[in-house]
């Protein structure tokens, strides 16, 4: 009885804090990493989910199991301590991949926002370095010059991809800075410049979302 209490003890010391370790590294993520709609548009969600429980449940389930009040101190220590390094192995791993595949650019094409990772963006020849002219924090929000009338818009979009070109969100040259003027945007398609409706896409979901021209985010996610 006495040994089962003990391990219990050991399993809710290391699972708080555990907590205490990985809370600061959530706020990290939502707040500078994938603000906003980019958390459940763009991964972030995702990986939390991956992430969470096997950090929580797996390191404090292996210090339950392994825990005996019977064994010397310094063994016990040894033991704590190999948990805690492996636990703190897979830690570092899973925000490293996370932060591998968080936001670098947001683009707004049309009625349409594209969610660009590093990946993405080295995949298609961009480097980080050219995305220094536009204002912000990273992610980066931009807008592609095209026509606001859809007729145009439709025909400029045809005839790109009759042309063999990259698809416009991954057309740098074609890149401007958010603010501009939207209004027309903001008529078609419902909103105002705090709340501008766009369809947002990235390489781990899609929906809909409000782009805040003037803050440069987006907020309210819906599938």
């Not at 804090?17 to 706020?27: D, E, T």
């Not at 991956?50 to 389930?61: A, D, F």
């Not at 807008?143 to 057309?171: A, C, I, Q, W």
């Amino acid at each position: 009885m006495k040994q089962a209490s003990g391990r219990f003890q050991a399993f809710i010391v290391h699972f708080f804090i555990s907590i205490g370790l990985l809370a600061p590294l959530l706020a990290v993520m939502c707040y500078f990493w994938f603000p906003g709609a980019l958390f459940k548009a763009a991964g972030g969600l995702q990986g939390v989910k991956i992430l969470v429980p096997v950090y929580l449940v797996l390191g404090p389930l292996i210090t339950f199991f392994i825990f005996n009040n019977a064994k010397p101190r310094n063994e016990l220590l040894r033991d704590v301590c190999v948990v805690g390094v492996l636990q703190g192995v897979a830690l570092i791993a899973g925000m490293v991949v996370i932060y591998s595949v968080k936001p670098m650019l947001v683009v707004h094409v049309f009625d349409t926002v594209y969610v660009l990772t590093r990946g993405n963006l080295e995949s298609s020849g961009i480097s980080l370095d050219e995305l220094d002219k536009f204002s912000g924090n990273y992610p980066k929000f931009v807008s592609v010059s095209l026509s606001t009338n859809p007729y145009d818009f439709v025909l400029e979009h045809t005839k790109n991809m009759l042309s063999g070109n990259v698809p416009f969100e991954y057309r740098y040259d074609l890149y401007e800075n958010l603010p501009r003027d939207l209004s027309y945007f903001t008529a078609k398609l419902g909103g105002d410049e705090l709340c501008l409706n766009v369809d947002i896409e990235s390489g781990y979901d899609s929906g809909r979302a409000c782009l805040n021209i003037v803050e440069k985010k987006l907020t309210h996610f819906e599938r």
